[in-house]
């Protein structure tokens, strides 16, 4: 599947994308909340990651501006907390990971299984 | 020729024959001897020898008398003289008698002159006499008067002495019972005067009578308005009062100034009107003294009760204050300054018990400062704001002396600087959070990254190596992730915890702390559990283990240790923080868990730790004690109940 990664850390993007790559998906990947959104609509991915704090736009920031849509969302954050928790239901993503990940594979299989 | 009279001159021939000569423009009567009475005549001539016998009075012997000499014995001559003032002896008959009248004449005339003249003298003299006797009589008069005059003088001046005497003691009385007996005393000889009153009073308020009975004097209060003054009612009053019936008063008002009013009466049974005008005026005289004594009385009093009202309010108040000088010595203090302390003495020395002033006074070489000073001191233990305001000289710019008051701060300055430290520490908590958060994402793709790798390169020895730095980043995460637990703050919730566990949850973080030391771990708890809120008892061991390693200046032992203990049948988990630094003085020890009691220096660490952490300790249901000495190390020694607050429960 076609799947979106957007987050500021450089290494997230790359690490993610490997796991990803390594389980034969198709990697697209986003800097920050604008550039995500551009990518989104452009590559119409069937999964994004995103991070929730990023400079410009924020993950649920991106996904209100996004709109109704067919892709699922994951999004990830560092900040674990009872408010971040109460967002990101409001905001409407699929999935809440936090960071840090345990284990890479296990956040690409938790993912997988989101789409079935 | 002499001057005669109007008739002719006449001459009286008496006894024999006749004058050879008379003068023509005299009369001339002859005749015998009378018997009784020679006649009166300007001139008369005796001839012949005189009867036998008495001889004839001469009635005037002013009347001249000739003697004729012719035929008269001796006898009879000296008979004649000595009986007659014969002024002429004349030889015989023949001797005229012209120029013997004109001598008679005019010695008749010189003695009547004479006469004159005495009798005029004689006058003058009874006249002299009888102003020297009136004279007399004025000077005795006077001489009366004076002396009555001066008696009354002295009379005068004996009471005037009196009076001043009077005046002069009662200047100094100190109380109106004095003045009682003073005027008791004066009128001490007038012996029906009963006894003496003396009423003072203000309007509205209470009138005070004092009432001199013999040696005693008795005191009544009445209402100043059912007092009324007049003798009926004022009897009345007083055998109310006193309790018994009271004879005649003689009153006079004391001059005061209002509201204030007052009397002085007499009491007697029966007076004389003298007696009653002496008195009335021995009275008089003195009231208006003993009017200004009683007022003065009544103002030393008002003044004296404004004293004790102010000295106890000055020294109710709970705060310090201090009057003192320009060099700051003390005046005056109240209670809570100097108890019972005496002045003279510097306010450093009574208050602060220093020989100088104390640190941080702003009065100090500024007392004679025109400005208000603020400043901050410590005494002992307390913490006081001072303020100081200057006292000016009456109606000059100069300063006299200061008022200084002290703010006991003490507990607001530990409040505001725990405060202080709360925020504080809430600040440090959000900058590691923020810290923490930044660091995981990197964390994050790191361990993502080397997992990844290892799938694809599994084989030794670059399998093994991206293990190792998979390891590494997961040590990362778990001590970043103890860090904002511990910075985050405690969520608060008690559970029941491991002691060994939540010990090993905190070392962590203490790793760099303990780097330099030897570090040695006993935890034989095992099982046993706490009732606790778990992050608080992290900060208490975190903060004890600290303090132990920055004990040691270089490097020492710091242990930690845990065990369970049976003590009254109870089961208690102890831990010990032990470190074999230069250990603690007594003196501190003592007071090691008040609130900023610290070794450091100022700037260096707060010393907050030891205080909170026995708050945190002591809420759980623990204790907390240090034992140390000078040269033998520290140890810090917490015991819970175990399983719960009440031990041995789960």
Same mark, same amino acid.
């Given at each position: 599947m076609k799947v979106l990664v957007v987050d500021d850390e450089a290494l997230v993007r790359r690490s993610l994308g490997r796991a990803l790559k390594a389980g034969g998906h198709e990697v697209f990947e986003a800097a920050d909340g604008a550039a995500g959104l551009e990518a989104w609509r452009v590559n119409d991915p069937d999964l994004v990651f995103l991070d929730v704090l990023m400079p410009g736009l924020t993950g649920p920031q991106v996904i209100s501006s996004y709109g109704p849509r067919r892709a699922k969302v994951v999004l990830m954050s560092a900040f674990v907390g009872d408010e971040a928790a109460g967002d990101t239901n409001?905001?409407?993503?699929?999935?809440?990971?936090?960071?840090?990940?345990?284990?890479?594979?296990?956040v690409v299989k938790r993912a997988e299984e989101l789409m079935k | 020729m002499p001057a005669l009279e109007s008739s002719r001159a006449q001459i009286r021939w008496i006894g024999d024959g006749a004058p050879a000569e008379a003068p023509l423009d005299a009369a001339l009567v002859t005749g015998a001897w009378p018997s009784d009475l020679l006649p009166d005549a300007d001139l008369i001539v005796l001839s012949g020898s005189p009867p036998e016998g008495e001889l004839p009075f001469l009635p005037d012997d002013a009347i001249p008398v000739a003697l004729i000499s012719e035929g008269l014995d001796e006898k009879a001559l000296r008979r004649l003289l000595n009986r007659y003032p014969v002024f002429r002896v004349l030889e015989n008959r023949a001797v005229p008698l012209g120029p013997i009248l004109d001598e008679a004449i005019e010695r008749r005339r010189e003695r009547r002159e004479r006469d004159t003249v005495l009798a005029d003298f004689s006058r003058r003299n009874r006249e002299l006499e009888g102003l020297t006797e009136e004279l007399e009589v004025a000077v005795a008069e006077r001489t009366g008067t004076l002396e009555a005059s001066t008696r009354e003088e002295k009379e005068k001046l004996a009471r005037e002495r009196q009076l001043i005497r009077f005046l002069s003691e009662i200047s100094m009385m100190n109380a109106t019972e004095e003045i009682l007996r003073v005027l008791r005393r004066e009128l001490r000889r007038f012996h029906r005067v009963q006894s003496l009153i003396v009423a003072v009073g203000e309007a509205g308020g209470l009138t005070r009578i004092h009432c001199s009975q013999g040696d005693r004097v008795l005191h009544a209060d009445v209402s100043s308005d059912g007092f009324t003054g007049d003798e009926r009612s004022l009897r009345q009053i007083l055998a109310n009062r006193f309790g018994r019936p009271f004879n005649k008063l003689m009153v006079l008002p004391l001059e005061l100034h209002p509201p204030s009013r007052g009397l002085v009466g007499v009491e007697y049974s029966m007076l004389g009107e003298d007696e009653i005008r002496e008195i009335s005026e021995i009275l008089n005289e003195r009231a208006r003294a003993t009017g200004m004594t009683v007022e003065r009385l009544s103002l030393e009093d008002r003044l004296?009760?404004?004293?004790?009202?102010?000295?106890?309010?000055?020294?109710?108040?709970?705060?310090?204050?201090?009057?003192?000088?320009?060099?700051?010595?003390?005046?005056?203090?109240?209670?809570?300054?100097s108890g019972a302390q005496p002045a003279r003495r510097k306010c450093f020395e009574i208050f602060a018990g220093r020989t100088e002033p104390c640190e941080g006074c702003p009065v100090a070489g500024h007392a004679d400062s025109p400005r208000d000073l603020e400043g901050t001191v410590k005494v002992g233990r307390r913490t006081y704001r001072l303020r100081s305001w200057p006292v000016h000289e009456d109606g000059t710019s100069k300063v006299s002396g200061r008022v200084t008051s002290y703010d006991d701060i003490t507990e607001a300055r530990e409040l505001s600087l725990r405060m202080l430290q709360n925020e504080k520490m809430s600040a440090i908590g959000e900058l590691a959070g923020h810290i923490a958060h930044e660091l995981n994402n990197p964390l994050t793709g790191i361990r993502a990254l080397a997992?990844?790798?290892?799938?694809?390169?599994?084989?030794?020895?670059?399998?093994?190596?991206?293990a190792h730095i998979e390891n590494a980043a997961r040590r990362c995460q778990t001590i970043i992730r103890h860090l904002l637990e511990f910075s985050r703050g405690s969520n608060g919730a008690v559970v029941l915890a491991r002691v060994d566990e939540i010990v090993e949850m905190t070392l962590p973080l203490l790793k760099t702390a303990l780097r330099r030391h030897r570090q040695e771990m006993l935890l034989t708890a095992g099982n046993a559990k706490i009732m606790v809120d778990v992050h608080l008892l992290q900060q208490v061991i975190f903060n004890l283990v600290n303090n132990a390693c920055?004990?040691?200046?270089?490097?020492?032992?710091?242990?930690?240790?845990?065990?369970?203990?049976?003590?009254?049948?109870?089961?208690?988990?102890?831990?010990?923080?032990?470190?074999?630094?230069?250990?603690?003085?007594?003196?501190?020890?003592?007071?090691?868990?008040?609130?900023?009691? #610290? #070794?450091?220096?100022?700037?260096?660490?707060?010393?907050?730790?030891?205080?909170?952490?026995?708050?945190?300790?002591?809420?759980?249901?623990?204790t907390i004690r240090c034992n140390s000495e000078p040269g033998k190390g520290a140890e810090f020694i917490l015991r819970f109940p175990a399983g719960g607050l009440k031990g041995g429960q789960a």
């Open positions: 409001h905001d409407g993503a699929d999935l809440f990971l936090p960071k840090p990940f345990d284990d890479i594979f296990v | 004296r009760r404004f004293a004790v009202r102010w000295e106890r309010t000055f020294d109710g108040f709970r705060d310090p204050i201090a009057v003192i000088d320009t060099g700051m010595q003390l005046l005056r203090g109240n209670r809570s300054f997992q990844v790798l290892m799938k694809e390169f599994p084989a030794p020895p670059l399998g093994e190596d991206l920055q004990a040691h200046k270089e490097t020492g032992r710091v242990g930690v240790a845990t065990k369970v203990v049976k003590e009254g049948g109870v089961d208690f988990v102890e831990l010990r923080v032990i470190d074999d630094g230069p250990g603690i003085s007594p003196e501190i020890r003592d007071r090691l868990f008040e609130p900023f009691v #610290t #070794t450091k220096k100022e700037g260096e660490g707060t010393g907050l730790g030891l205080s909170t952490s026995k708050a945190i300790v002591e809420r759980f249901g623990g």
